[in-house]
């Protein structure tokens, strides 16, 4: 299983992102070690909300090579 906070050698690689249902509908994603945050209504809208995240957020030669999304999905049984 993979570590959620990055090391620095995977930082240079990877940007991990945190992504979860938002309570008002749609979903939120924001990055582990980095100021990025953005949200859409659907998973794939999402996909092209980080991607052009990442893109504004580093420079050219700096951006990693590799985007995670991590999705965390709380959900409640009855015992």
Excluded: C
Excluded at 13 to 29: I, M, P, Q, S, Y
């Amino acid at each position: 299983m993979t570590a959620l906070h990055p090391t620095t050698e995977m930082a240079m690689n990877e940007v991990v992102f945190l992504v979860e249902d938002a309570a008002e509908g749609g979903l939120t994603a924001r990055a582990l070690g980095h100021s990025i945050h953005t949200e859409a209504d659907t998973f794939g809208e999402l996909r092209l909300q980080v991607r052009d995240a990442v893109q504004r957020h580093f420079d050219e030669g700096a951006r990693p090579a590799v985007i995670r999304l991590h999705y965390v999905k709380d959900e409640v049984l009855a015992a």
